[in-house]
């Protein structure tokens, strides 16, 4: 059963940093992509990067040049960088994975809170 565990959300002061880390139960080889989302309270979940195929890098145009996404395949770990925080960054951050199978089956992590204060 594939997990994906989301840490290093908190509480962090405008112009601030975190690092969001996915942790998954799989090698992250079995994926061909994998993203982070996020949610507002109120707002639809929005892409904010993805990597495909352990390389291309693409990013939201919100968080282009303050947010970097990466992979640790040694520790099956995928990264989110958040540097310069604004207030609206704050949000769920969700973790996503593609499995390309018969199908491409999609998996979810819980999410982890971010919230920045002005």
């Known amino acids: 059963q594939v997990q994906l565990v989301e840490s290093g959300g908190g509480l962090v002061e405008s112009g601030g940093s975190l690092r969001l880390s996915c942790a998954a139960s799989?090698?992250?080889?079995?994926?061909?992509?994998m993203a982070w989302y996020r949610q507002a309270p109120g707002k639809q979940r929005e892409l904010v990067a993805t990597i495909t195929n352990g390389v291309t890098t693409d990013y939201a145009d919100s968080v282009k040049g303050r947010f970097t996404i990466s992979l640790d395949d040694a520790q099956n770990t995928l990264y989110l960088q958040m540097n310069s925080l604004k207030p609206e960054d704050t949000a769920v951050y969700y973790c996503?994975?593609?499995?390309?199978?018969?199908?491409?089956?999609?998996?979810w992590g819980q999410g982890t809170q971010v919230t920045v204060s002005s």
């Open positions: 799989v090698s992250i080889f079995r994926f061909n992509a």
């Open positions: 996503n994975a593609d499995e390309p199978r018969l199908a491409v089956v999609t998996y």
